[in-house]
């Protein structure tokens, strides 16, 4: 069985993120709004909401919808030589998932992986959990945080198949 320490952000965003006077420093997306104030941004009191209260909802479509799909797969083929199929397009109900499924798909026992530290701890425990060996490439106050290029290059090996500084694949 896969052990993985606990993500301590998350269980200290559990314990403190909606307790008043705690400044969230740890947050990774936007704000939530509610259905009347996103139907608000529009400015048109009469528009349509965003939901189609009529429509059942069911399971869905595993990989997507279809449509959704297909406007990724348009969007992301706007300015390349050759289009992205839409049978390529995966959505994910958020970064987590994509994430696990990119490690599953492409890191094993004997990888090396090499990530960026501080950072969300899914991407380094994950790998390290599949069997991978990982470095952490340690962002340093005195450089302000801003990574060093020659101290990745010393981090790399032969065996090296995924790095996040935001994603990049070694290939042999």
């Given at each position: 069985?896969?052990?993985?320490?606990p993500f301590e952000v998350e269980q200290w965003m559990d314990r403190l993120e909606t307790?008043?006077?705690?400044?969230?420093?740890?947050?990774t997306c936007a704000a939530s709004v509610s259905i009347d104030e996103l139907t608000s941004l529009c400015g048109?009191?009469?528009?349509?909401?965003?939901?189609?209260l009529s429509k059942k909802m069911t399971y869905g479509a595993i990989r997507g919808s279809d449509t959704l799909r297909q406007n990724v797969a348009r969007l992301l083929s706007k300015n390349?030589?050759?289009p992205l199929p839409s049978e390529n397009v995966v959505a994910t109900q958020g970064a987590i998932l994509a994430n696990f499924l990119l490690f599953y798909t492409l890191v094993g026992p004997g990888d090396h992986v090499v990530c960026v530290y501080p950072t969300y701890q899914q991407l380094y425990?994950?790998?390290g959990s599949l069997g991978a060996d990982v470095s952490l490439w340690k962002l340093k106050k005195e450089n302000n945080y801003v990574p060093d290029i020659s101290e990745l290059e010393g981090l790399v090996k032969s065996n090296t198949k995924v790095g996040r500084a935001r994603m990049f694949v070694v290939r042999e």
């Open positions: 069985m896969v052990k993985i320490d307790t008043p006077g705690v400044l969230n420093i740890a947050e048109d009191t009469n528009a349509p909401g965003p939901l189609d390349a030589s050759t425990a994950v790998p």
